[in-house]
């Protein structure tokens, strides 16, 4: 008989955890569950006005126990004697100050309420004069420590939020030991972990977030942190020196963790990494295919060979790692800031009377307006994607910006605002809204051009996550602004099939990760080819969109 090999892959995404079981001998999935973060949900820790997005630990741990339960549950009777190993992976840098045992403050008694001791989500920028510090501040060593991170350092990034926390929260400071990101303390929390130095840390959060690099024999020295502010003075050495590829095992599930989620105490825990570079391992990345990881942000990774790359330095993007996709393999990243949440932006726009007018309304009953909310806003981006489609292209429609989050790549700014240009009295929301697509296409346009102008070829383009499936429209006008075809992988959970490949090489299945890809990932069901004539007018839209967006970052984009 057939020995069963099941692996659990789990994806931390910005609104909701997302677990599988996954047969790793041909990557069929057996189960699949989702929980959406109930104090996220109600904008528990945030303030969107100062662009603070917090996320409270227990909506981590309630939804990974939540949804193991549940695919064990659906999966049937003896499965748990069958799973052999659990992958993680998270959005990021998304870090959270710890005491010396590793516990985030959160998890303190008096700190439960207090936002600066949670995760820091990946979208928060309330660390932007940090960023802009650690620019200056880098300029003046003889060492470029900000070489490998396309040489402009975020404040979505490590440094720059554990600094503003520091600054900003007396209590914090006093009893922050260490910073830790999400995706390296879930692993330790599962293998029962007590001294946060032994925790292993992964190469893709350090060499992308943290300014780790085997060049600089670690992180940067004690003098670049103490020198930029007393604060950081020591801080290198309650952190790490070595890091670790995902194919690599953390450990093994605690007897704690292992009753809390009705497994067995044998099963392997691997080393995590950040969503987009699981998720494209899980959507079968190939070397130079640009794989666009695209939900309420992208994150966009090309893979090559270190011989192939070597001495090259892309400028603007958001690293180059050795083994932060596919061990052995160059890692670079690269992503916008608002990709679904631009869209989403426009929905909540345009939804504003009937959240804020409707309920004073004595014509509907609030179970009838629930109920029209909810399908309205549902249907709402999918009925303006329809209409949108029908549009001619001229070249004179509405031309916005998509930084409506800031810009992530190419070269950083979160200071930067999004626009729109041409308004005029006979623009509807099909049209306005189109214009809001169409710069997020001409966004990732720009990011394919600074990789071919840095000398790293884009040989094709490949779609993952919610965007990539639900919306053809947008997919269409994709192909159409970079003229090149897009294929579509047939995975719906890319990010938690490629922590379920990465879990089944560190069980030791497969002894690469390539090997895990080759046997257990789905493939692809739909490309999406630039429509013939499109191109020249397409073309001279985006010199518009250069042109406009040297506009408003000469005039309105801030000091970085």
């Known amino acids: 008989m057939k020995i069963?090999?099941?692996?659990?892959?789990?994806?931390?995404?910005?609104?909701?955890?997302?677990?599988?079981i996954v047969d790793a001998s041909d990557g069929s999935q057996i189960s699949a569950a989702v929980y959406y973060y109930p104090r996220w949900k109600d904008g528990l820790y945030c303030n969107p006005e100062l662009n603070q997005f917090r996320q409270h630990p227990l909506d981590y741990i309630e939804g990974l126990e939540s949804t193991i339960w549940e695919c064990l549950s659906m999966a049937g009777p003896g499965t748990a004697d069958v799973i052999r190993a659990i992958s993680i992976d998270t959005t990021?840098?998304?870090?959270?100050?710890?005491?010396?045992?590793?516990?985030?403050?959160?998890?303190?008694?008096?700190?439960?309420?207090?936002?600066?001791?949670?995760?820091?989500?990946?979208?928060?920028?309330?660390?932007?004069?940090?960023?802009?510090?650690?620019?200056?501040?880098?300029?003046?060593?003889?060492?470029?420590?900000?070489?490998?991170?396309?040489?402009?350092?975020?404040?979505?990034?490590?440094?720059?939020?554990?600094?503003?926390?520091?600054?900003?929260?007396?209590?914090?400071?006093?009893?922050?030991?260490?910073?830790?990101?999400?995706?390296?303390?879930?692993?330790?929390?599962?293998?029962?972990?007590?001294?946060?130095?032994?925790?292993?840390?992964?190469?893709?959060?350090?060499?992308?977030?943290?300014?780790?690099?085997?060049?600089?024999?670690?992180?940067?020295?004690?003098?670049?942190?103490?020198?930029?502010?007393?604060?950081?003075?020591?801080?290198?050495?309650r952190l790490f020196r070595q890091t670790h590829t995902a194919d690599q095992q953390a450990g093994t599930l605690s007897p704690e963790w292992a009753s809390r989620l009705g497994l067995g105490t044998g099963v392997i825990v691997g080393i995590g990494a950040f969503d987009a570079h699981m998720g494209a391992v899980g959507g079968q990345i190939e070397p130079y295919h640009l794989s666009r990881v695209m939900g309420t942000s992208t994150c966009d990774m090309l893979v090559a060979p270190m011989e192939e790359v070597k001495g090259k330095l892309v400028r603007g993007i958001c690293g180059q790692v050795p083994g932060s996709v596919i061990p052995g393999m160059m890692g670079l990243e690269a992503g916008q800031s608002a990709f679904g949440d631009a869209y989403a932006w426009f929905r909540e726009l345009l939804s504003w009377p009937i959240k804020h007018m409707l309920p004073d309304s004595p014509f509907i009953s609030p179970g009838d307006l629930k109920s029209f909310s909810s399908d309205l806003s549902a249907r709402m981006i999918g009925a303006l994607s329809d209409q949108a489609a029908l549009l001619p292209l001229e070249e004179e429609d509405e031309l916005a910006l998509d930084w409506f989050n800031g810009r992530r790549t190419p070269d950083s700014n979160q200071l930067l605002k999004g626009a729109v240009l041409g308004l005029s009295l006979g623009t509807d929301a099909p049209k306005f809204f189109r214009a809001i697509a169409e710069a997020t296409c001409f966004g990732a346009r720009s990011i394919v051009e600074r990789f071919?102008?840095?000398?790293?070829?884009?040989?094709?383009?490949?779609?993952?996550?919610?965007?990539?499936?639900?919306?053809?429209?947008?997919?269409?006008?994709?192909?159409?602004?970079?003229?090149?075809?897009?294929?579509?992988?047939?995975?719906?959970?890319?990010?938690?099939?490629?922590?379920?490949?990465?879990?089944?090489?560190a069980a030791g299945i497969y002894p690469r990760v390539e090997?895990?890809?080759?046997?257990?990932?789905?493939?692809?069901?739909?490309?999406?080819?630039?429509?013939?004539?499109?191109?020249?007018?397409?073309?001279?839209?985006?010199?518009?969109?250069?042109?406009?967006?040297?506009?408003?970052?000469?005039?309105?984009?801030?000091?970085?």
């Open 515 to 560: 090997d895990a890809m080759l046997h257990m990932g789905q493939g692809f069901d739909k490309t999406y080819s630039p429509v013939p004539g499109h191109a020249a007018i397409l073309n001279r839209r985006y010199n518009k969109y250069k042109q406009f967006g040297h506009f408003i970052e000469s005039g309105w984009g801030g000091s970085k």
């Open 4 to 20: 069963k090999n099941y692996v659990i892959g789990v994806d931390f995404g910005t609104d909701s955890v997302r677990s599988v």
């Open 452 to 505: 071919e102008s840095e000398g790293i070829p884009v040989r094709g383009l490949i779609g993952l996550g919610g965007v990539a499936r639900k919306s053809p429209f947008i997919m269409q006008m994709l192909a159409n602004a970079i003229n090149m075809p897009i294929r579509i992988h047939r995975s719906e959970q890319t990010c938690a099939m490629g922590a379920a490949m990465f879990a089944a090489t």
């Open 92 to 237: 990021g840098s998304s870090p959270a100050p710890v005491d010396r045992s590793g516990t985030p403050l959160a998890l303190l008694p008096g700190f439960g309420q207090n936002p600066n001791a949670m995760f820091v989500l990946w979208k928060d920028h309330t660390a932007v004069q940090e960023a802009a510090e650690i620019n200056r501040h880098a300029a003046g060593f003889k060492v470029n420590y900000l070489q490998f991170v396309g040489g402009i350092y975020s404040s979505e990034w490590f440094w720059a939020k554990l600094l503003k926390l520091l600054r900003s929260d007396h209590e914090i400071r006093k009893h922050c030991y260490s910073f830790v990101e999400h995706c390296d303390w879930i692993p330790f929390l599962l293998t029962g972990g007590q001294d946060v130095m032994k925790m292993r840390r992964g190469v893709c959060s350090a060499g992308h977030k943290a300014l780790w690099a085997e060049a600089f024999g670690g992180l940067p020295p004690n003098e670049f942190f103490a020198s930029l502010d007393p604060l950081l003075d020591g801080f290198t050495d």
